[in-house]
């Protein structure tokens, strides 16, 4: 069984137009929510082998306060630039590479790709799950998909089963 955890930034700020949008950092509200969502993570016992996250600097502050809140750290953690505003082509290829002993990955990303690659990966789960994550995948945001495959490389289009999906605003 494989385990892929995505996980969108928490909300950015925007109070700097001069910014380049990879170094946008995070609003109040997303530093309040990570933690949050981190904490959830924890409790469910959701704490990944591997982290692959986008080098934006939303998405470091992000892990960095979801990191805070589990009871130790995974034993990798990759910052890829390849993973900012990625298409899902690109983070199922870079999935496709992710060797065993990882049987759990936390891929922390970006819109519009995160949706659109739970989306493509999801073949079955439960109802309310399944419209939550079809609907809108907003900041903050965490679905977990279940494979059953021995290796990251046999992911595929609907191999996987939607365990949850959970926005910090559910787990105020």
Sequence with gaps: MLT???LRHAKSSWSDPELDDHERPLAKRGIKDAPRIGRFMAAAKLVPDLVLC????RTRATLTLVLAELPHTPAEILYEEDLYLAAPAAM????SKVKLPARHVLMVGHNPGLQALALEL???GARKGLAGLAGKFPTGALAVIDFDLG????LRAASGRLRLFVTPRRLA
């Design 122 to 124: 999801t073949g079955e």
């Design 54 to 57: 986008s080098g934006a600097v």
């Design 4 to 6: 892929l955890s995505l």
């Design 92 to 95: 199922l290829a870079r999935l």
């Design 151 to 154: 290796s990251w490389s046999a």
